[in-house]
């Protein structure tokens, strides 16, 4: 089954201590990318990729890391979370940039004390 | 930036036509207009997508005007079901724009 996965689903941390979010596909995309989502902001892009190796910032990146050193998995890292970081993120794959559909992730909410 | 606005919410009863606009004044020539329905805790999928004037799968409706400044859904007959958030999504400079999203509520 195609799909994009995401782990955890849920995440309860406390300040400064350093996370990350597994983010994997199977359906061979090229552009993978990370949202958060919050209420009455929509959805917000941190970071995206546009193959291995390759990776940039969205709109929202201040206090995320990303790698891309496989095509199928694109982790989002939290070095030191902090409150304003908490949020419901998605993780979603393209074929490729532009018009594709993107796939979206189930979603992980993340709660930082 | 390629910003996108749309209204916070609608109501509509079943049966019903729906129709939601989204503004995306700043919309690159070669951009296309995507629209993704997000259900409580799942993540948003795809509904329909179009370049300019209509277009129409199973599900959904999708106009735009020639100046390609704005797009409307078009839910025919809503269902119950139908109750979702709806988001608007345009491209720009290799980043996707997601509109704040339109909450649908559907009556009976």
């Known amino acids: 089954e195609a799909q994009v996965t995401q782990n955890p689903r849920y995440l309860i941390t406390v300040t400064g201590k350093k996370l990350t979010v597994t983010c994997s596909q199977n359906m061979n995309h090229e552009y993978m990318s990370w949202y958060r989502q919050d209420p009455g902001l929509g959805l917000r892009q941190i970071y995206y990729?546009?193959?291995?190796?390759?990776?940039d910032k969205g709109d929202v990146p201040e206090g995320y890391k990303v790698s891309r050193k496989e095509k199928r998995n694109f982790p989002l890292i939290l070095e030191s979370p902090s409150p304003n970081q908490t949020s419901l993120y998605f993780c979603a794959s393209s074929l490729s940039q532009g018009r594709y559909e993107q796939y979206f992730g189930p979603g992980t909410r993340l709660t930082v004390t | 930036l390629a910003k996108t606005t749309q209204p916070i919410s609608m109501d509509s009863y079943e049966g019903q036509e729906v129709n939601i606009t989204c503004s995306h004044n700043n919309i690159a020539t070669n951009d296309y207009i995507t629209w993704y329905q997000q259900f409580p805790s799942q993540g948003p999928r795809f509904i329909i997508q179009g370049y300019k004037t209509k277009v129409t799968n199973e599900v959904a409706s999708l106009f735009i005007p020639a100046d390609r400044k704005s797009s409307t859904l078009s839910l025919p007959r809503v269902s119950l079901s139908d109750t979702a958030v709806y988001y608007c999504?345009?491209?720009?400079?290799?980043?996707?724009?997601f509109g704040s999203g339109t909450k649908l509520n559907v009556k009976p």
């Open positions: 999504r345009t491209y720009n400079f290799n980043k996707f724009y």
């Open positions: 990729s546009m193959n291995v190796e390759v990776t």
